[in-house]
């Protein structure tokens, strides 16, 4: 089976970028996404396709993937950011989490 | 828009069955895998299973294997989970998701199972 890891949790003061990683073996040679999850909600897609961005998610979300590491970044963090982050990967047509970082912004 | 609505979910004894639904609308149902997404109370997300566009094809975690059966209904919209044979550790909010660019793009509010006797 297919593992991503994810460090359990970033802090990072408010207009500082964040930075959240994902590890896995050759995870660059497959499509890395990104899902914001707050207390209580659904999660929400934030990157696809490594570094794309949907309709209605913020600039200061980015993301990239080589070699064994997809990376999320938030630059200018808001106290809004604060929330669970997970990585998702494909594994054929098996769908991969990471472990989930959650973000402190304090 | 977009909404995925699911249902079904309860407290039940281990190893009943129990089957989730997941109301679609706002998109063209038919043309999209369906996958179900689950959260253990407090831990991260697990992917459960996939169902192809047209229902074809299935796939599942290794854990519910033989326990659960992915199955659509594209003339209503509908998509199913059946579980049987439920333990315990299979407690969780369960969520239907779109997959679309490889990807969940669109997420259900979730539906809360607990197995428990």
């Known amino acids: 089976s297919y593992d991503l890891t994810q460090s359990p949790s970033v802090s990072v003061p408010p207009g500082q970028t964040a930075t959240i990683t994902c590890s896995g073996d050759k995870l660059g040679d497959r499509y890395a996404s990104w899902y914001q999850q707050k207390p209580g909600q659904s999660p929400l897609l934030v990157i696809y396709?490594?570094?794309k961005r949907p309709s209605g998610i913020p600039e200061r979300f980015s993301g990239s993937n080589s070699g064994n590491t997809a990376t999320l970044t938030i630059s200018g963090t808001q106290t809004m950011d604060e929330a669970d982050y997970y990585c998702?990967?494909?594994?054929?047509?098996?769908?991969?989490f990471g472990g989930g970082t959650k973000l402190t912004v304090l | 828009q977009v909404q995925l609505v699911e249902s079904g979910g309860g407290v039940v004894q281990p190893e009943k069955s129990l089957k989730l639904s997941c109301a679609a609308s706002g998109f063209t149902f038919s043309k999209y895998a369906m996958h179900w997404v689950r959260q253990a109370p407090g831990k991260g997300l697990e992917w459960v299973a996939v169902?192809?566009?047209?229902?074809?094809?299935?796939y599942y975690t290794g854990s519910v294997k033989g326990r659960f059966t992915i199955s659509r209904d594209n003339s209503k919209n509908m998509l199913y989970l059946q579980m049987d044979s439920l333990r315990p550790e299979d407690t969780a909010v369960y969520f239907c998701?779109?997959?679309?660019?490889?990807?969940?793009?669109?997420w259900g509010q979730g539906t809360l199972l607990t197995v428990s006797s």
């Open positions: 396709q490594d570094d």
């Open positions: 998701a779109t997959q679309n660019q490889a990807s969940f793009d669109n």
């Open positions: 998702q990967a494909w594994d054929g047509s098996i769908g991969v």
């Open positions: 169902i192809s566009h047209d229902g074809s094809t299935e």
